[in-house]
């Protein structure tokens, strides 16, 4: 399945789990923190997937990154002549 497809899928399962909590909240009455805090829940998941959807609409297939080569031959030594000692300060100096 696509991502599309799957966001899809959860959308009707989370319409499913507020109509069924509609009924519970009739059925027992909905005015206690409890049900409201249920019914916040699921309006944060709803929006939660609401931008997910926009988020990955976007984007039919994730890109891979751009791979880089790296060469076999040794680096060139006068790279590594005249320089400072990363952290340990010059060669010619003392550390105070």
């Not at 497809?5 to 005015?31: A, H, K």
């Not at 929006?47 to 609409?57: H, K, M, N, P, Q």
């Amino acid at each position: 399945m696509s991502v599309q497809d799957e966001l899809t899928s959860v959308q009707r399962c989370l319409d499913d789990l507020y109509r069924s909590v509609g009924r519970l909240e009739q059925q027992i009455g909905g005015g206690g923190p409890d049900m409201r805090r249920v019914r916040a829940d699921i309006t944060h998941l709803r929006e939660s997937v609401a931008l997910l959807r926009e988020t990955t609409a976007g984007t039919s297939s994730p890109k891979r990154p751009e791979l880089v080569t790296i060469p076999d031959t040794p680096y060139d030594d006068s790279l590594w002549t005249d320089t400072d000692d990363e952290g340990l300060g010059a060669r010619d100096r003392r550390a105070p």
